[in-house]
């Protein structure tokens, strides 16, 4: 066979779509967004001479949607992704365990950065030296910091979260990130086995007036509307980790996982808290009113669960 023959066979062949996938019902899960990296991604191709970062979306009718994010990023299609659905009744119970604290969880940032990735909402406080917030105990061999939180949602109060609970999905799933202090940041510690752990917190719909706001983050949400739009919240405006997840002393789920979007680094020790937090309806439109990288608003930025296969789930 000719290497012209070859050529436009290979270019013929119909996309693949990963196995072990099961595709959401819901209607809405097929919009379209293209979204920057979480975390950059080093997979590039050239052309021309120039170098472009390949892009991946939430639709399951792009080409690179969530099926086939391995071919953005290899370690997508692991064996340890993320999330998964949490089935409580065969979860081990740890009963000898250190309890799990964030030490700092009411300190105050100097400044808080808020930033539409365009294709979430991330926050990223800035800290005075010593003051930034630590967690250790539970599953943690080490002492991780505090480095960022940012939401995940879908189109209406039925879905949104990306962990599920016994297969129930939630509206909104906030996740607190850290990284392990063994590697002195964020980007150093991001790679490494152990590097990163984060707190994933549920959300329940409560009704309030339209006027009233429960989060003091989403009071900030309308100035970064637009995508890859920020916003510096001074000092007097911060609020403290307290004020988002309240206080410590809820039991969790603990299991080893990865990163929920490319590059889907197997590096995160998850920790799923089993209490609930409370959004009202005028919150969840204003992040439903976030206008994507597609000029679109985005309306569902959750991954679909993946298999947990030889893992174990823990309960604390």
Same mark, same amino acid.
């Given at each position: 066979?000719?290497?012209?023959?070859?050529?436009?066979?290979?270019?013929?062949?119909?996309?693949?779509?990963?196995?072990?996938?099961?595709?959401?019902?819901?209607?809405?899960?097929?919009?379209?967004?293209?979204?920057?990296?979480?975390?950059?991604?080093?997979?590039?191709?050239?052309?021309?001479?120039?170098?472009?970062?390949?892009?991946?979306?939430?639709?399951?009718?792009?080409?690179?949607?969530?099926?086939?994010?391995?071919?953005?990023?290899?370690?997508?299609?692991?064996?340890?992704?993320? &999330?998964? $659905?949490?089935?409580? =009744?065969?979860?081990?119970?740890?009963? /000898?365990?250190? !309890? @799990? #604290?964030?030490?700092?969880?009411?300190?105050?940032?100097?400044?808080?950065?808020?930033?539409?990735?365009?294709?979430?909402?991330?926050?990223?406080?800035?800290?005075?030296?010593?003051?930034?917030?630590?967690?250790?105990?539970?599953?943690?061999?080490?002492?991780?910091?505090?480095?960022?939180?940012?939401?995940?949602?879908? &189109?209406? $109060?039925?879905?949104? =979260?990306?962990?599920?609970?016994?297969? /129930?999905?939630? !509206? @909104? #799933?906030?996740?607190?990130?850290?990284?392990?202090?063994?590697?002195?940041?964020?980007?150093?510690?991001?790679?490494?086995?152990?590097?990163?752990?984060?707190?994933?917190?549920?959300?329940?719909?409560?009704?309030?007036?339209?006027?009233?706001?429960?989060?003091?983050?989403?009071?900030?949400?309308?100035?970064?509307?637009? &995508?890859?739009?920020?916003?510096?919240?001074?000092?007097?405006?911060?609020?403290?980790?307290?004020?988002?997840?309240?206080?410590?002393?809820?039991?969790?789920?603990?299991?080893?996982?990865?990163?929920?979007?490319?590059?889907?680094?197997?590096?995160?020790?998850?920790?799923?808290?089993?209490?609930?937090?409370?959004?009202?309806?005028?919150?969840?439109?204003?992040?439903?009113?976030?206008?994507?990288?597609?000029?679109?608003?985005?309306?569902?930025?959750?991954?679909?669960?993946?298999?947990?296969?030889?893992?174990?789930?823990?309960?604390?």
């Amino acid at each position: 066979m000719s290497a012209l023959c070859l050529s436009l066979l290979l270019a013929c062949q119909p996309v693949v779509f990963a196995t072990d996938y099961t595709p959401e019902s819901d209607p809405q899960w097929g919009e379209k967004t293209t979204h920057p990296n979480e975390i950059s991604n080093d997979v590039a191709h050239s052309s021309g001479g120039s170098s472009k970062a390949q892009t991946w979306s939430y639709s399951l009718r792009d080409p690179l949607g969530p099926p086939n994010w391995p071919i953005v990023a290899a370690a997508c299609g692991g064996q340890f992704q993320s &999330p998964i $659905n949490i089935v409580s =009744s065969r979860s081990l119970v740890v009963n /000898r365990k250190v !309890p @799990l #604290e964030i030490v700092g969880l009411s300190n105050l940032p100097l400044s808080i950065t808020a930033e539409n990735e365009g294709y979430s909402v991330k926050f990223t406080p800035k800290w005075s030296f010593w003051s930034r917030p630590m967690m250790r105990g539970g599953p943690l061999k080490t002492v991780y910091f505090f480095e960022q939180m940012h939401f995940h949602w879908g &189109p209406n $109060n039925t879905q949104g =979260s990306e962990h599920t609970i016994d297969g /129930r999905r939630f !509206p @909104l #799933e906030v996740h607190l990130v850290f990284y392990n202090g063994l590697y002195g940041s964020f980007d150093d510690a991001k790679a490494e086995v152990d590097g990163l752990a984060v707190v994933g917190f549920m959300y329940e719909v409560v009704p309030s007036s339209s006027s009233f706001s429960l989060n003091s983050w989403a009071n900030f949400l309308p100035q970064v509307r637009q &995508p890859k739009s920020t916003l510096e919240i001074p000092f007097t405006r911060v609020f403290s980790l307290l004020n988002v997840v309240g206080r410590m002393g809820w039991s969790y789920y603990a299991y080893d996982g990865s990163l929920t979007t490319p590059p889907c680094l197997e590096t995160v020790n998850w920790i799923v808290s089993t209490k609930r937090l409370a959004v009202t309806e005028q919150e969840m439109t204003r992040l439903r009113s976030l206008v994507g990288t597609n000029g679109a608003p985005i309306t569902l930025n959750y991954r679909p669960v993946q298999p947990q296969n030889t893992r174990r789930v823990f309960f604390y």
